[in-house]
Structures are given as structure tokens and as C-alpha cells.
């Protein structure tokens, strides 16, 4: 339905920039991380979250963002980004759980562009090798050795699947 007394519904976007200004007192003191889909993983909607003490953990795509996967692939090439791959056992078979994670790159182009961190997250059928999930994702958490699996698990959350 129309918002703040527009004619015309308003989209994805505009009504999440209104609930971050608008909930902001209330939460940012809990640390929350919102989590979103590809429409969300925009500098003017990062930059907005940043201030108001929101963390984010964002999915993005290759093809919404090909600018940023050029600078992936100039990392890549440059082994500027790190892997991490264990296994574990589910209750019925072994899966393999790979990542590949890189912090401080810019997101888009500009003087003004966010330095953000990006994960990638395969899990794998350690049998089988069918793939089970593959998502990449941009955050403002640090993502280390440490953290990956963590970080990709909250950001998994956003499908319910249960990885633990």
C-alpha cells in the first residue's frame, strides 16, 4: 500500500531505507545485522545502515555487480583472497564446507565508495560432490580464518537452512 503519503506503492528499497532511519533507536544498541537479498547490496543502502549501527550481511551477484567481481578477479589472480575448507558430518552424510573471503574492497567506483568485505559459500556433498549451496555475500563484518564460517552461517539464515 502507498507509504508516507505517496500516490504509488513504494518498492523494496525505499520502504527498507524507512524502517533502518525509523527503527534505528530502538536497535542499534543490540548490534543487529540485517541480512538481504541482491537488491540490498548497493552503496546508498550500505552507507545508510553504517551510521545508524546496523551491521549487513548482503547477497551479491556477479551479474548485479560486475564492476566488483572485475576487482574480485584482479584479487583473485593476485591470490589477495583467502580459502578455508573442512568437513563435517550433517546426521547423514559428510559435507564439505568451502569459503573463499576477502576484506576491504571497494564497492563501486568513486572517491565516496565503501570499503566492504566479501565472503563466498560452497557446500558440497563430500561423497557424491553434488553442490548444496553456493551464495556470495558482502558484509561490513571483519570475515577472517576465524569468523567465515560464522558469518556465512548468519548469512545463510536468510533462507532458514539449517547449517550448524
Known sequence: ????????????????????????PQVALYGVTVLGDDLYSNQPLCALALPHGYNFI???KPDSHPKFYE??????????IAE????R????????LRYRYINDVLLRGGTDALLINWFESTVVNAKTGEQLYHNSFITNHQVTTETVAAVAHAGHGRWKLEYS
Do not use: I, Y
Open 1 to 24: 500500500m502507498p507509504q508516507d503519503g505517496h500516490e504509488k506503492q513504494d518498492c523494496e528499497r525505499s520502504a527498507e531505507k524507512r524502517w533502518l532511519t525509523q527503527h534505528a
Open 58 to 60: 548482503f547477497v551479491c
Open 71 to 80: 576487482r574480485l578477479a584482479f584479487w583473485q589472480a593476485n591470490s589477495g
Open 84 to 87: 578455508l575448507e573442512h568437513r
Open 89 to 96: 558430518w550433517n546426521g547423514r552424510f559428510t559435507e564439505v
